[in-house]
């Protein structure tokens, strides 16, 4: 069965620092993975998605995360982070053999004056 | 296009109260489903859809029911409310459930809360 695991519920930063939220995942089989944002009252949006090809993988608002097929890891970052950016931050991932997504607990960032 | 719409925003009902959750799509996607937010857990799919007159269960379908007689609408249905269902729900919509790598398109969310 797959799963995922994002390690920190919370991380508190200071604007225009990097950030990096983490995401692990656990599967037998190739996967897809997906993060997506949620700002505050709103619903999920796609942030960005790894199919296939290049590890490192850019989305919108300058969030960028690298698919590590040995550390089966699919970590976000960005390299300067704006109070805009305050949301909370969900992996997920599929497979060709699972079409539903599997969702991790889920990051709030919390950017810092 | 008005993307994936849900009404109410926000509802207060009393255990054992009944009410139906709309949700609605204008994106002619064939897959919908419906989620509950609950803090620290991610979202958990409640039931989903592959198309009209299709429907199946998710992670955690109890309490809950589902129909899907047209493309656009995916109503969801509490029949006897109770505090452990209170949450925020979300609906959502891809093109093609048989489709991994889709992206899904939620709704704003509806918050309930069950007494």
């Known amino acids: 069965a797959q799963s995922v695991t994002q390690l920190d519920s919370q991380v508190p930063v200071f604007e225009e620092a990097p950030v990096e939220l983490r995401c692990n995942y656990s599967s037998s089989v190739s996967v897809y993975l997906f993060w997506y944002v949620q700002y505050p009252n709103q619903g999920l949006q796609l942030l960005l998605k790894y199919l296939s090809g290049s590890t490192l993988v850019k989305g919108i608002n300058g969030f960028e995360a690298e698919f590590n097929k040995s550390q089966t890891s699919f970590h976000l970052r960005k390299p300067s982070v704006h109070i805009s950016d305050t949301a909370e931050y969900f992996c997920a991932v599929s497979s060709r053999s699972n079409y539903q997504l599997i969702w991790g607990a889920g990051t709030k960032l919390i950017i810092k004056p | 296009n008005a993307g994936v719409t849900q009404t109410p925003k926000f509802q207060v009902l009393k255990t054992g109260q009944s009410m139906t959750l709309q949700c609605a799509q204008d994106?002619?996607?064939?897959?919908m489903s419906w989620y509950r937010q609950d803090p620290g857990m991610g979202l958990r799919l409640i039931h989903y859809s592959v198309g009209a007159g299709i429907t199946d269960q998710g992670e955690v379908p109890n309490g809950y029911n589902v129909s899907r007689s047209t493309t656009e609408d995916f109503p969801l249905r509490l029949l006897s409310a109770a505090p452990s269902q209170t949450s925020v729900y979300f609906c959502?919509?891809?093109?093609?459930?048989?489709?991994?790598?889709?992206?899904?398109?939620f709704g704003p969310g509806t918050r309930l809360t069950v007494l």
């Open positions: 959502a919509s891809k093109t093609d459930g048989s489709v991994n790598t889709d992206t899904q398109y």
């Open positions: 994106m002619n996607h064939e897959y």
